[in-house]
T-cell receptor, first 109, second 113 residues
Framework: GQNIDQPTEMTATEGAIVQINCTYQTSGFNGLFWYQQHAGEAPTFLSYNVLDGLEEKGRFSSFLSRSKGYSYLLLKELQMKDSASYLCAVEDSNYQLIWGAGTKLIIKP | TAGITQAPTSQILAAGRSMTLRCTQDMRHNAMYWYRQDLGLGLRLIHYSNTAGTTGKGEVPDGYSVSRANTDDFPLTLASAVPSQTSVYFC????????????FGPGTRLTVL
């Protein structure tokens, strides 16, 4: 079957760094996505990885290891507005997205 | 720029009634999607359309139908609603089915009693 695993909830302190992990088992792989979703709002695109390695975009970075079926999202210099759910999704061989349940990130002052 | 819109924002529906959730995009995207999001579960694909005139079934299509008469509109119909269809429904679009980003509408919160 297809499976995306990520922690349900994480807590971090404002100004700190947090790493949100995602492991996956899917039928085929055409890329891995991270989306941010604030409570009551729609998901918004953060990053896309298709090759192994680290992609950096400002305070956010995303890492992929295809051989390990593993990715992480790294958030630096945390701000209160980063409190949200972070969704990991894998694009399968049919170009459909398989979604994890999301990690709720709580930022404390 | 409107992007992608959904209507209604929220709805309470009696079980057994029918309802159509509307989705419109003005980005001329070829691919469109309907997802449902339930607490503790990831987004689940209901139906999709890779281009106007074509539709396909996703992971959880039972009880739902869609049509894609033109590029902009992708309505989702519940023929006879059941309480298990209580959920938040998101419509999304992308330039093409293999494009590496989907753009989401604001969602419709549906409660079936």
């Amino acid at each position: 079957g297809q499976n995306i695993d990520q922690p349900t909830e994480m807590t971090a302190t404002e100004g700190a760094i947090v790493q949100i992990n995602c492991t996956y088992q899917t039928s085929g792989f055409n890329g891995l996505f991270w989306y941010q979703q604030h409570a009551g709002e729609a998901p918004t695109f953060l990053s896309y990885n298709v090759l192994d390695g680290l992609e950096e975009k400002g305070r956010f970075s995303s890492f992929l290891s295809r051989s390990k079926g593993y990715s992480y999202l790294l958030l630096k210099e945390l701000q209160m507005k980063d409190s949200a759910s972070y969704l990991c999704a894998v694009e399968d061989s049919n170009y459909q997205l398989i979604w994890g349940a999301g990690t709720k990130l709580i930022i404390k002052p | 720029t409107a992007g992608i819109t959904q209507a209604p924002t929220s709805q309470i529906l009696a079980a057994g009634r029918s309802m159509t959730l509307r989705c419109t995009q003005d980005m001329r995207h070829n691919a469109m999607y309907w997802y449902r999001q339930d607490l503790g579960l990831g987004l689940r694909l209901i139906h999709y359309s890779n281009t106007a005139g074509t539709t396909g079934k996703g992971e959880v299509p039972d009880g739902y139908s869609v049509s894609r008469a033109n590029t902009d509109d992708f309505p989702l119909t519940l023929a006879s609603a059941v309480p298990s269809q209580t959920s938040v429904y998101f419509c999304a679009s992308s330039p093409d089915y293999d494009y590496n980003e989907q753009f989401f509408g604001p969602g419709t919160r549906l409660t079936v009693l």
